[in-house]
């Protein structure tokens, strides 16, 4: 866990997520995903389009698993609204999705939810 932890902090996204990834085959925690899909993200942030598919893909996944395991989690949720608002259809964004999470959050947290809409 440390090991991913200094590698984000020192931005070697492709390092922290080989780490996070198996972390997560030992203890398979929300906390873990969610780390797992913030890492993918900044990596698909750094890299061309064509290459970014593959760690957008990545986080999505990741950051749906987090919030399948703690769904009422507000950081969970906001990086999934932000996540499903942002990608392209194409690689399953899906603004009515992000809508939806986006009243969820609301519920859970009034004022992030209105942060967020």
Known sequence: ??????AYGIKEYN???NYYE???V???SA?????LGVAAARKS????RLFSM?????????????????PKNPRYLKLLIKLFAEIPDILGGN??????????????????????K
Do not use: W
Request: proline share 2%; aromatic share 8%; glycine share 2%.
């Open 15 to 17: 390092q922290a997520i």
């Open 1 to 6: 866990m440390i090991l991913a932890e200094k």
């Open 54 to 70: 593959t760690y957008v893909l990545k986080a999505k996944k990741s950051v749906l698993n987090a919030h399948r395991l703690a």
């Open 45 to 48: 942030l750094e890299v061309s």
């Open 95 to 116: 603004k009515e999705f992000a809508q939806k999470k986006a009243e969820e959050l609301f519920i859970i947290d009034r004022i992030q939810g209105l942060i967020i």
């Open 31 to 35: 906390e873990n995903y969610f780390k």
């Open 22 to 24: 198996k972390i997560i």
């Open 26 to 28: 030992e203890n398979p």
